[in-house]
């Protein structure tokens, strides 16, 4: 065979999809109205050339009231023969200047109950603010009105609703706070027993939470006399490397952090032992 070729075939170059977007942006009320506007273009080829007859315009003026409005893009098609052009408009937010501030702490140790809402400032007349709450680093769309009670660390924030802030919703900067674990001692008891030979010694506790209708359970706890010998009031080495701490319906054991004494004291009483004498 001899192979022929063609000297030249057709193809088709695509427009670039490329999405232009307003850059957002937020003034108080008395600050300069923006002469320009920036925005991004997102998709263009590495090397493809930069965009020409791009522009953001907005209706506020210098006069405008508090509130948002449209940056608008406009491209020019004709002026990128390259680009298929999809536009995306932004927004100038005008505030009042009335900043939301959490003042003070609202960090606690575990009690059983929610914790109080913060205090706080800036709130404008006439409005009703919300007080959320989320855990710590959680997604923003967890956020909730619901106190934590849990221990744990978690963040606040107070947010006045669109519809009562004339259609432009204020939110302080969140705050961070934490409900520390309750600190609680364990009482433990070693039993008194007779002589055997061995150092070991029984031991059982016990807990008080000092919590309305909380209870926890404590196992694997075990001690060791100093000696084996008979004694009085002798000191028992506690070991917790295995103590496990539950709670009984209803209460989580992760809101308490327990503590143990080093060591308790009990007897290791004398045996009782007979000695008799052979009959011969």
């Given at each position: 065979?001899?192979?022929?070729?063609?000297?030249?075939?057709t193809a088709?170059?695509?427009?670039?999809?490329?999405?232009?977007?307003?850059?957002?942006?937020?003034?108080?009320?008395g600050?300069?109205?923006?002469?320009?506007?920036?925005?991004?273009?997102?998709?263009?080829?590495?090397?493809?050339?930069?965009?020409?007859?791009?522009?953001?315009s907005?209706?506020a003026t210098?006069?405008?009231e508090?509130?948002?409005?449209d940056?608008?893009?406009?491209?020019?098609e004709?002026?990128?023969?390259?680009?298929q052009?999809?536009?995306?408009?932004g927004?100038?937010?005008?505030?009042?200047?009335?900043?939301?501030?959490?003042?003070?702490?609202?960090?606690?140790d575990y009690?059983?109950?929610?914790?109080?809402?913060?205090?706080?400032?800036?709130?404008?007349?006439?409005?009703?603010?919300?007080?959320?709450?989320?855990k710590?680093?959680?997604?923003?769309d967890t956020?909730?009105t619901?106190?934590?009670k849990?221990?744990?660390?978690?963040?606040?924030r107070?947010?006045?609703?669109?519809?009562?802030a004339?259609?432009?919703?204020?939110t302080s900067?969140?705050?961070?706070?934490?409900?520390?674990p309750?600190q609680?001692i364990?009482?433990?008891?070693?039993?008194?027993?007779?002589?055997?030979?061995?150092?070991?010694?029984e031991v059982?506790?016990?807990?008080?939470?000092?919590?309305?209708?909380?209870?926890?359970?404590?196992?694997?706890?075990?001690?060791?006399?100093?000696?084996?010998?008979?004694?009085?009031?002798?000191?028992?080495?506690?070991?917790?490397t295995?103590a496990?701490?539950?709670g009984?319906?209803?209460t989580?054991?992760?809101?308490?952090?327990?503590?143990?004494?080093?060591?308790?004291?009990a007897?290791?009483?004398?045996?009782?032992?007979?000695?008799?004498?052979?009959d011969?």
């Open positions: 065979y001899e192979v022929m070729y063609p000297n030249n075939v088709t170059i695509e427009k670039a999809q490329v999405t232009v977007k307003a850059k957002d942006v937020m003034l108080t009320i600050e300069t109205i923006p002469t320009t506007y920036e925005y991004t273009v997102e998709g263009k080829p590495e090397n493809g050339e930069e965009l020409q007859g791009i522009s953001c907005c209706s210098q006069s405008s508090a509130g948002e409005y940056i608008t893009v406009t491209a020019d004709n002026a990128n023969p390259n680009y052009i999809t536009v995306q408009n927004t100038l937010k005008i505030t009042d200047g009335t900043a939301i501030i959490i003042t003070g702490d609202i960090s606690k009690d059983g109950q929610p914790v109080e809402n913060p205090t706080y400032t800036g709130v404008p007349q006439g409005t009703t603010p919300t007080v959320e709450y989320k710590k680093n959680a997604s923003d956020y909730t619901e106190a934590p849990d221990a744990g660390e978690y963040q606040v107070v947010r006045i609703p669109d519809e009562q004339g259609g432009t919703s204020q900067a969140p705050v961070e706070f934490t409900i520390h309750k609680v364990a009482t433990v008891t070693a039993q008194n027993k007779p002589y055997d030979g061995t150092p070991n010694a059982t506790a016990s807990v008080p939470t000092g919590v309305e209708g909380e209870e926890l359970n404590i196992t694997g706890i075990t001690g060791t006399f100093e000696n084996p010998n008979a004694g009085t009031d002798k000191p028992v080495t506690i070991d917790k295995n496990e701490v539950t009984k319906t209803g989580n054991p992760a809101n308490y952090e327990v503590m143990y004494p080093n060591n308790v004291t007897t290791i009483e004398k045996a009782q032992v007979t000695v008799k004498a052979k011969v």
